[in-house]
């Protein structure tokens, strides 16, 4: 019906505005449920990356991909990117002290002492202030931890021994008579002999098939998810050697 009114066509533009905006305002909200199941679907990809371990660089380490899945699964360890691992890649004394606290649950409200080359603006500021403050770590002398060190296995061995040892986790064996069933056991350094024998009798530092422990090899980001998955499980009871 045509308008014949000031009245009726002052309220047909009305209705007609009011409609523009409706429909405009449906379209950005289409645009907007669009982009919010975009975004969605990017998020459960990433969440089943990180939920199942499900990184692609795995392939030749089929031995190491249980620990990775155990350790990403529970938000202890992540990968270098959304998809890798970096398996192959050395663990530095920083990297070590990120995990340990995550694997032992250590928390601290604040760190009042850090040593000198660990600066605030660190990754591993945190976690190596923590394990310093609760006098689980050692640096490499009094100031010094050397974050970014590569870490050798009888190394690792002896900062996990220690802390498991202040939570109570104790072991009555010969060093010596155990490290004697590796072909390279003489070469665990006197220091770390007690460590690597502990950790070895409760299988959570393995040798090779062959039957070498490689105590000065470098640890790599495989091995350091197998050795700290079976730590996890130990102190949660779940893991028997």
Sequence with gaps: MKPT???DIIKLNYYSCGFKYIAKLRKGQKAMRKKIAAIALILAALVQVISTGAFSDLTNY?????YVT??????????????????????????FA????????????????NF???????YYYQSVGILKLYQLVSGIDQYHYAPQQNMQRQDMAVLLWR???????????????????????????????????YLAEKGIMTGNPGGSLYPEGIVTRAEMAAMMARVHRYIEGSYTN
């Design 98 to 113: 990120v995990l340990a606290v995550r694997i032992f649950g250590l928390e601290a409200d604040n760190i009042p002492d």
């Design 5 to 7: 009114r000031k009245y």
């Design 163 to 197: 802390i498991m040892n202040r939570m109570g986790y104790y072991g009555d064996l010969s060093a010596d008579t155990l490290l004697n069933q590796y072909l390279d056991g003489w070469q665990v350094a006197s220091y770390a002999k007690e460590a690597v024998a």
């Design 70 to 95: 155990y350790l990403s699964e529970r938000g202890l360890l992540l990968g270098t990117s959304a998809d890798t691992f970096s398996p192959e890649l050395p663990v530095t004394r920083g990297d």
């Design 62 to 66: 089929a031995w190491c991909e249980q």
């Design 116 to 122: 000198a080359d660990v600066t605030p603006d660190a």
